[in-house]
Each structure stands twice: as C-alpha cells, then as structure tokens.
C-alpha cells in the first residue's frame, strides 16, 4: 500500500438552492468518477502518465471531498444513509485505513442494518486497519442480506490472509476457493471474479502442492480474467500473479512480460522490478555457469562423472541399464523413465524453490529445480536419482536478460515439484525433507 497525503479542506458551508434529490444525484455521480479514475486509468490516460495517478486520484477526491462539505449543513441530505454512504465511500478511495470512511460507513449501518453496499465498504475499511475479524463479520452481514458478488469476493481473499495453524490456512485457502466460484456465477465476463478465482487456485497450488491442476487452472483463471479490457489494462497484480504461475512452469519469457507489464502499469511498486531483476540474474547466472561447466576443477568432474556411470541403482541393475541420459529425455513427463545426476553448484540463496547444477554421467549438464524440500536436503557432490524427470529445454533472449548481443541462452532443465520421489546418494528423501512453499499472492487491487 502507498500512502496519499491530502491538503487541508477548508470549505465554506454555503445554503444550497437544490433539492435533497439532485444533489444526491450530483454526488453519487461525482463518487462514481472518482473510482472510475482509480479503477480504469488506463486506456484513456498514456501509459507514460502511471506514475501520476495516485495524485489525480488525491486531487479528484479534493474535489468531491468539497462537493460533499457544500452540503453537510443540510440537515435534509446529511441524515440519509444514502449521504452517509457516498461521504464514506470517497473516503475509502484511498489504500490507507480512512476514520472518516469508517464514522460515515458505521453510521449508515445502524441507520440502515440491511444496507449491502455500505457492509461491504465498511468491511474494506476494517481490512486496511489491520482488524480482519471486523472485516469478515461484514462481509458476512452483507452476504445475509443478500448474496452477493462483492462481499464473495472480499471474503475469497480474507480468508487467505487469516493467520492461523497450517490446517487452518489451509481449510481457509479451501474455503476462499469455494467463494471465488460462488462469485463468478454472478457473471461469467466479470474479469475482476476471475482475478480472484485464479489467486485463490494459486494460492491452493502452493499451500498443497497436490497437484499441478490447481496451477492449470490458476493460469485459465488468469487469461479469462484478461479478456476483461478493464482488468487488463489497469490491474498491475493480473499480470504479476500470472508471471509468478509462468515462472513456476519455467516460461520465463512469458515471466518476464508479466513482470514488466505490472511495472509498467504501477511503476511505483516494488515488486514487479524485484521479479525481474531476480528472474533476469537467476537466468543469467544459470546460463553463464553452464556455459563455463560450473567452474568445477577437470579431474573432480570426471570423478564425478565416473561415479555415475560406474555406481548400480539400489537394485544392483548397471546404471547404463537403469538411467536415462539427459540428452535422451523428452520434453514434458519422462514416464517410466529415471535420470541421475551429480549435483555440482547450488544457484542463488535458500529461497524456494531451490536449484541446482548438475552433470549426468555422459557429461551433459543440465538445471534442476526442486519444490518443496529443506535447504539441507540436497547437497554438492551428492547423486541425486529424479524418477520421471518433467523435463524442458529452457530458450531465453540474452537480450531481454542482460542486454548483451542478440542470441539464446539455451540450457536443459528438470523441475520436480514433489521431492518425494527423490533418491539422494541412494536413500530416498523422504517427508522430513519436505518444507511446504508459502506464496505470498498480491491482493492490491483485488
């Protein structure tokens, strides 16, 4: 979040000559243009002109602020709930907890307890003051009143934001699902429900790790959510949570698009330049060592290699027999088939997920990616077994990466997702070795 500091409203209250009608017309449209400037900036503002959004917001707001000052002497306007809910309405505008959204918003509750839009408001409120459980009671208040695709919604990303034990958080990822969906049905063209649906599937993909599906479906989630023209030009998380689903999938040009694209849109925030400047050196570094053979000194290498042409699988069969070369792979799932290879240089910090250089017996290097498993599980010099290798030959533009002349950094790449499956030095990993991935997925403008 970013803060909008606001200038000091000194308005006049001056009698107005309209009736409590008109001029709660004047201001429902005035409130309404105020989202729409925050909400769909673009495409009718040059995408050069994001940076000064947050200002036209803030100045917009001044002026609906004065709007609504005009009128606070009236006692015929101010006492409605309907008053009460634009006032605290454009207050909530902003990112940062509003007290005066939150009086305006409490005070048309109680006037009015079955007003759906003002539950909904005030639950937005309560959610930036950090109170989660006032956030959620009125979401729910709102929900029975009538169902609603709004109060789903909010709920759907709550629910994932809950503290709690593991079961708990997981239960709660379950649950926001089951609202996501819920929330769609209202209308299937709404890319903002979408949105919501391909995080909460993300979001269950990293809690679970139970199977890929959930990430399919976070990706489909994703690209529905981009035939809404609105979502797709104004909604810079849209495209930072669909990179991070194809950085998982190791399409990292479509990573990096991602990434600059949700640059482009909000160039004040962090995260996207941090995603691709973390994705670009990682690539580069991939690359570079592979090209230079991991920097590893001939004769500890060949050791290396000897030891894996010569050692037998666990069942005593030839290796030449049991693993396949890693140029022999395919691309995608490896069914039936198991490679093995030494590990030579870990790449980057102990972040998840980890990965590794290594060499398999015939001397082909290749990257390998691993979900899921402690810092300490895999280390260098160790054989590791990968039975049904999910294999790709990875192709990225050296120029995207690092500016450098035109040209590929081509490497061979195995991910697995479930460490499980693993055999290092012989032994199988086993679950003590597993370490369950936190995603953290950007609900900024959810």
């Not at 708990?168 to 709404?190: M, Y």
Request: with cysteine; proline share 5%; aromatic share 6%.
């Amino acid at each position: 979040a970013k803060s909008i500091s606001l200038p000091h409203l000194t308005h006049s209250r001056a009698p107005t000559t309209h009736t409590p009608h008109s001029v709660m017309e004047e201001l429902a449209v005035a409130v309404a243009a105020l989202y729409e400037l925050r909400d769909q900036y673009f495409p009718g503002h040059p995408i050069e002109t994001a940076g000064e959004k947050q200002k036209a917001v803030a100045e917009r707001l001044v002026e609906v602020l004065g709007k609504i000052a005009e009128v606070d002497g009236n006692v015929d306007v101010t006492s409605q709930p309907g008053f009460l809910y634009l006032k605290g309405k454009a207050h909530n505008v902003i990112a940062e907890h509003s007290p005066a959204a939150e009086d305006a918003l409490t005070k048309v509750i109680k006037l009015d307890p079955k007003h759906v839009a003002a539950w909904n408001e005030l639950g937005e409120n309560f959610w930036k003051k950090g109170d989660l459980v006032q956030a959620q009671t009125c979401f729910k208040s709102a929900l029975k009143q009538e169902s609603n695709k709004e109060s789903l919604r909010s709920l759907s990303m709550l629910l994932r934001a809950l503290p709690g034990s593991p079961l708990e958080k997981g239960n709660n990822i379950e649950d926001s699902l089951v609202h996501a969906k819920n929330a769609l049905k209202f209308d299937l063209a709404d890319g903002k429900s979408w949105f919501v649906l391909g995080n909460a599937y993300l979001a269950l993909f990293f809690a679970k790790m139970e199977t890929v599906e959930h990430i399919r479906q976070a990706l489909k989630a994703y690209k529905r959510a981009e035939q809404d023209k609105v979502q797709a030009a104004n909604n810079p998380d849209l495209h930072q949570n669909r990179a991070t689903v194809h950085l998982f999938q190791e399409d990292y040009a479509l990573a990096m698009e991602g990434f600059t694209l949700a640059m482009l849109l909000d160039p004040d925030w962090a995260e996207p330049m941090q995603s691709l400047s973390a994705l670009q050196a990682k690539l580069a570094g991939i690359a570079t060592q592979i090209e230079a053979k991991g920097r590893i000194k001939a004769k500890k290498l060949a050791g290396l290699m000897s030891e894996l042409e010569l050692m037998p699988a666990g069942d005593g069969t030839p290796a030449k027999e049991k693993y396949t070369a890693v140029s022999a792979l395919v691309d995608g799932i490896n069914d039936g088939k198991a490679t093995r290879i030494a590990i030579v240089q870990i790449v980057g910090d102990d972040a998840l997920p980890r990965t590794y250089l290594g060499v398999d017996a015939a001397g082909t290097w290749v990257c390998l990616t691993v979900y899921n498993v402690n810092a300490e599980a895999i280390n260098c010099e160790q054989l590791v077994v990968v039975p049904e290798p999910y294999f790709r030959v990875v192709k990225v533009d050296k120029v995207a990466i690092a500016g450098g002349a035109p040209g590929d950094y081509q490497f061979p790449s195995i991910r697995v997702d479930n460490p499980v499956t693993l055999h290092v030095n012989g032994l199988p990993l086993g679950e003590s070795n597993l370490f369950k991935a936190e995603m953290r997925i950007e609900t900024k403008s959810e």
